[in-house]
């Protein structure tokens, strides 16, 4: 499925896991201040954010998986199946497509504070892009250097969670994630004390059984705790080379390698991409299953002021460094 | 600590992480057939196979962590303190250093046939190679594609293990870590069925459930099982970059992360560096915790019947690629 | 803390252990059906169902901790501490004390359809017994042997669900629990196939191994996954023996043994008592931490038409029985 | 299969499960002084220690599970199916039948250290009782006051372990089992420490979350583990009553419940008996499947100096108390 987290040194970093078994064909997309953003229900954004992220580009339309604006404010769709669930449009009401969440945000919120308050007053409906693309079940990770929030669009309603570990997975929601933790308070990064018997000579007979019981399996509560644990714990130095560096070794926690998740005789979910955005520079890095080494796009090489898409095929085939 | 793992498609791969929280300065060693190999305890190889890997070379000799020789024959040595136990030095025997132990198999071994036979020949001795390197603890997995061996020198003596996962971490010794796979036999990449009861109506809420318990700490047992799995289940097509690249999405399935392991206070152990050869074609790849992109090295580029050791810097700094 | 169960042969039983590091002294208390039912908040129920339960009885009143009445309708009450909360008192509403919830729906329900219908129109208050006895946290199961349902009464109202897996602990709320046992699915009492690789070939060395992975700890999370693993795979005769016996052997699987649980210095959390009512016959069966042998107390033994509770004193104290 | 655990309070106390699907048919068998020991291989022991333990008798030949000696040595044997090999008769040697290990030694030794002594003189071999009753593959805990170990007769010879955590289970070999009690070092009957994440706000939401991560199924590794956490954590007053009572609650964390390990279809293992001894006073208590109230036999209550074996059948009906 999929995973996302933040990480703050001295710049704020956000980023996510794609895991599926085929893709849909993405770029890396850059709208500018002046792409104009019509929106299905009516609505329409003219002068508005910058942002750049990872989409699937229809007829010129940017379908963002993730994408942080010129602001720094970021966030990501991850999957959420059987539990996400759309309204229906409601005449008078701030109507907005599930697709179009990520850019009515993103083009009119400078921080996660007003993303919060423009949240609160929108109609989340299940709009589908058209008919080849049907309504996709997401919840999203919202989250700038003040902190993260989770939102989730249930039969119940729309729940907007604060999100204190900044890590988001899939299902179950993010109630019972956040719960979960609990039960792994006990790891740790450093060795474990003898506490079963002061009577027995236990030995810590390697290195790293400090966390012994962190979960190692692909499922979406194992990721949430596994990446949890290695973001919350994670050290690097703040330049932008260690950071970034150090968000993919986060985000490596929990990749998907093809064969470990058959979802199919014979096809197997993998890490499609795996994105990190230096969300103050406006820089998105991105690696893939295929291509190893971290290529990088500046959304402020463009001119931010356009009315254009600017798109890049998001390269996926790596060229070994040939040393000799 | 360590892991390593041998994956075959058409050609057939060996490589190992090596975790550490510093470096003792690592290159990459090429060793042309005439270098001339002069033992400890008064052997010596004159014409030899020559070989290629990882070392801390020291007075032009090159003290191996992990190699493979021309014929294809690899090797790797990883840690396994505390139970690791060598011989003294006994008159008439064929002393063999243990700092020597990966030169003297793959320079006079073609296969893991013919190195099975020459270690029940040799004495593996505790002698160090100088007052500032002591003798390291080690045990080692030896490999071509006809299979693979576990070799551990304990007090009882030294056992050799034929190691059909093709996989090595650290503690315990060998029997104890294949006999602990047992315990995991019911993971699968596949979904679970409902075995807890019919009448109670269970969910595959996620992908990936079928590897629920499988371990995701750091310790080597738990790398062990979890790089076992993803070996084991890994698919790739069987071309030189896939092959080479899904190998090191097996081992990055146990990299250690900075921050994740404290050894001492603020010491990291992290993964300094993870290899995959060729066992074929004698070409050697790595990536450095701060370098993800693979480099290359062949030793086919070089004169093999060269008496000079050949040597390339473990280049450690990744240039990010920009895209725009 | 507690667990409940129940289970189906012939007759419907039901049951649970009270687990805590003191007693406040137990009864067994039969509520006759003329016993006066005034309630707190000025109902009244002057003519209703007998039952019988565990109760703390003060002042000729018993607090039920556990009871079923003559109609088969059982209920027992479990820590909630931290998510309980229960209403203030309105007027006009049908105002219902905590610790009379239990004598409020055995006295006027015959079945758990009527007792989900009575619940629906109740205001469960937070008014203590009197200023020593201040308001416990609970939540409670009630079943028969139509089926189950869990009441929590939390800060966002009164949550009432269907409980299909007929068992109880404790924190945290009744959803994340179920939820919880998804993970388990794979769990069995056959033993586990090899889904792990083909190629390896691993063993079962041990019987019981279908279930590794089962959590064996005395936390209420891995009390309720223990205990419905345990019932859903119960076997035994149906005949009145072994069907009490067998549930005896079930709550068996979740009992606290003195030291494993420390809740204060030297202060240990234990199963204080366990109960099993065959809720047909309306018979109370108990065992306590120090008596092992099944005691038996019948409410039709007395004459359920009197106005006056019956108690019995909880035998604790174990004879063992001399064979020569 | 079968657990075994010692426990110290004022008196020395040891007993065991007995895992099966049926019973041979057992009783309880004191074996006086003067009953005559004609060993199959040509030995005897004439006048020797008396001993009581659970038995399978045949031609009142007392073929023991478990017994103690007059002395304070007990001793039972629990199966190693498959690990378990007994060697050849040796002319010269002292040949004891694998079915005489627990009289040839409780007959003799008036301690561990005695034991210990004996065992290094004898050869253990394979002869079967009788052709109905083929060699059973069994290991054994021998114990008194002083301490513990374990023998176990394997391909490469007998293994005598010294046993400081004074329990035994079944496969695998012990030093397996013992090893694998350090996975379990940070476990503890107090609550666990956030050491997850100092900036994260995770609760202990429920008592006894010190042990997560104890396995709570029935193959014998995890019952290694939890009886051993159980044990070396349990506590009680140290008069005769409550430790025998702790005992059974010891043994009572591996009990096997009937339907949780199905072993056949339709077949299942239960927890046959569970006996405790009081090694200072002879005392042999038990409960079976069936019967949970302690029965206790006394090995004084009959004339020691006898020449009869005296045995008494397994009680396993239990008449509940009726309390009115």
């Known amino acids: ?42 609505l329409k954004n003219i002068e508005h954010y910058a942002m750049i992220g990872m989409a699937h580009v229809v007829e010129d339309y940017p379908l963002y998986y993730d994408a942080v604006n010129e602001k720094g404010l970021g966030m990501a769709g991850l999957n959420f199946v059987g539990n996400a669930c759309y309204q229906e449009v409601k005449e008078g009401a701030v109507n907005v497509a599930q697709y179009e969440f990520i850019p009515w945000i993103l083009s009119q919120c400078a921080s996660l504070n007003e993303a919060k308050k423009l949240i609160q007053t929108m109609n989340l409906v299940n709009t589908p892009y058209n008919e080849q693309l049907p309504v996709a079940s997401l919840h999203w990770i919202i989250a700038d250097q003040s902190g993260s929030i989770t939102v989730e669009s249930v039969k119940e309603g729309l729940n907007i969670y604060e999100n204190p570990v900044g ?15 609990n039960n792994y308070m006990s790891l740790s990064p450093k060795q474990p004390q003898n506490l079963f018997s002061k009577e027995l000579d236990l030995q810590t007979y390697s290195r790293g059984m400090g966390a012994l019981g962190l979960p190692g399996d692909l499922s979406s509560m194992s990721r949430f705790v596994r990446v949890a644990f290695t973001k919350m714990n994670g050290q690097s130095r703040d330049n932008e080379r260690d950071s970034v560096n150090q968000f993919f070794h986060i985000l490596g926690s929990v990749e998907q390698q093809r064969g470990c998740c058959e979802v199919a005789d014979g096809k197997y979910e993998i890490t499609i ?27 402020h090489k463009v001119n931010l002021d356009a009315q254009q898409l600017t798109t890049y095929p998001m390269l996926d085939d790596e060229e070994f460094y040939e040393q000799n």
Not at 171 to 177: I, L, T
């Open 273 to 299: 991409y795996t994105s990190c955005w230096n969300s103050q520079k406006g820089i998105y890095y991105y690696t893939t299953y295929n291509r190893r080494q971290i290529t990088a796009v500046n959304m």
């Open 1 to 42: 499925m999929c995973t996302a987290a933040t990480y703050q040194t001295k710049d704020f970093y956000m980023g996510r896991t794609l895991d599926y078994e085929f893709s849909y064909g993405e770029k890396i997309a850059i709208m500018p201040r002046n792409y104009p953003l019509q929106y299905r229900h009516g």
């Open 167 to 181: 890590v988001l997975a899939n299902n179950p929601s993010f109630d019972k994630q956040l719960f979960n933790l």
